[in-house]
């Protein structure tokens, strides 16, 4: 990666600091919310200039947090996975354009995708060697910037990597009832930020 870590704590060096408030990534009910963690009402976000550019801290407690909750969605990631993207698709149709196999297919035949399953099996498993490598955080970096550099391959905006982390979240909720509390929420919002800079730095490298 060559000189990767030093421009990362550069880039974090002159970040401010950031804000930690409730329900910064999950849709407002009503439909017509404010600009939530950066996103305007119609779920449109902003470009890489107009946002704060900052590696988020990922305290000790917080990895606690999330490799506890993702025991509980692990046990059936496959299905979590295929929420995700739906929602996703919906949410940003532009992005279902992105995917090939996906293109103009209804959310009914998303559903039974066989494609879409091994897709977001794909992501998940992304999800969980980042958490299974807390303790090697050099690793993860490196492997995230990787990922970042394929996407570049696969004509992805450098935008749409924020939108992954909004729509996880809201699908893992309801699968964690009781354990959902303001303080996983904070955790896996904070790893989300985490996954997006390092893909979206390497993309912009």
């Known amino acids: 990666m060559g000189g990767q870590g030093s421009k990362l704590d550069k880039m974090k060096a002159g970040a401010g600091e950031k804000a930690s408030h409730r329900k910064k990534y999950l849709p407002q009910t009503n439909g017509s919310s404010p600009a939530v963690n950066g996103m305007s009402p119609d779920n ?3 470009s890489i200039e107009e946002q704060q550019v900052e590696l988020p801290s990922f305290t000790e407690r ?5 490799t506890d909750t ?3 969605v692990q046990e059936d990631m496959a299905k979590v996975g295929v929420v995700i993207f739906i929602k996703l698709f919906e949410t940003h149709p532009e992005v279902q354009n992105v995917f090939m196999p996906f293109r103009g297919q209804s959310q009914e035949t998303l559903r039974e995708s066989a494609q879409l399953k091994s897709h ?3 992501v998940m498993g992304t999800v969980d060697k980042c958490i299974s490598r807390f303790q090697e955080p050099d ?3 490196e492997m995230l910037h990787e990922l970042g ?3 570049v391959i696969y004509n992805a905006k450098v935008d749409y990597m924020d939108l992954i982390g909004p729509q996880f979240i809201w699908a893992i909720e309801p699968v964690l009832g009781d354990r959902w509390t303001p303080e996983v929420e904070q955790a896996w919002s904070d790893l989300f930020k985490f996954v997006s800079y390092i893909m979206k730095d390497a993309m912009n490298f």
């Open 44 to 46: 449109s976000c902003p």
């Open 62 to 66: 917080q990895k606690e947090l999330v």
């Open 70 to 72: 993702w025991r509980v």
């Open 120 to 122: 977001a099996l794909r």
């Open 139 to 141: 690793k993860v970096k």
């Open 149 to 151: 550099a394929r996407h």
